[in-house]
T-cell receptor
């Protein structure tokens, strides 16, 4: 299957700093990538849909200025958590959608465990 | 609105068979995914159904009935490593996955 690489897998940062998370589709082009956040024992929550070459579409309640998403190429999307606070600590997962004509499938990155201290 | 309903938790015995049911309501439908998620890890793809019927893939099978808004994941010959959460995720008309809270499956020896 297709591979999506997410980096870093774990990051600890100080309050007030910014953290960038990368999501790369290694062997296919992804015009659409999704960013999710997951709290312990909770469902995945879609934060935003990232489309190559255009602005991301954010879900209601997600702060655009805090969670900056850039999808500059067909294989790379980045999520930057700006001015991080302890409540931003969470598991962040990206997903890249592969459209193969006859079907579509979404592949997940490994996830990033963010801890803000 | 859009809604996913699956049991919160199930327990089964090693070597047995378990069926995890999922009912859904979405705005449009473009197939349904099942994912497995071990604690602290990203979900991994198990199956994708877009037509009615049963899709078999090794020890795992997935069934879909679009008219009933119903799917199930069948796991055979359960192994301890199958202990995980199983997420049913239909795709709506915008090709967006709709996520439920998942079913936590506990396998006992």
């Amino acid at each position: 299957g297709a591979v999506v690489s997410q980096h870093p897998s774990r990051v600890i940062c100080k309050s007030g700093t910014s953290v960038k998370i990368e999501c790369r589709s290694l062997d296919f082009q992804a015009t659409t990538m999704f960013w999710y956040r997951q709290f312990p024992k909770k469902s995945l929550m879609l934060m935003a849909t990232s489309n190559e070459g255009s602005k991301a579409t954010y879900e209601q309640g997600v702060e655009k200025d805090k969670f900056l998403i850039n999808h500059a190429s067909l294989t790379l999307s980045t999520l930057t958590v700006t001015s991080a606070h302890p409540e931003d600590s969470s598991f962040y997962i990206c997903s890249a959608r592969q459209d193969r004509g006859w079907d579509t499938e979404a592949f997940f990155g490994q996830g990033t465990r963010l801890t803000v201290v | 609105g859009q809604n996913i309903d699956q049991p919160t938790e199930m327990t089964a015995t090693e070597g047995a068979i378990v069926q995890i049911n999922c009912t859904y309501q979405t705005s449009g439908f473009n197939g349904l995914f099942w994912y497995q998620q071990h604690a602290g890890e990203a979900p991994t793809f198990l199956s994708y159904n877009v037509l009615d019927g049963l899709e078999e893939k090794g020890r795992f099978s997935s069934f879909l009935s679009r008219s009933k808004g119903y799917s199930y994941l069948l796991l055979k010959e359960l192994q301890m490593k199958d202990s995980a959460s199983y997420l049913c995720a239909p795709m709506d008309s915008n090709y967006q996955l709709i996520w439920g809270a998942g079913t936590k499956l506990i396998i006992k020896p």
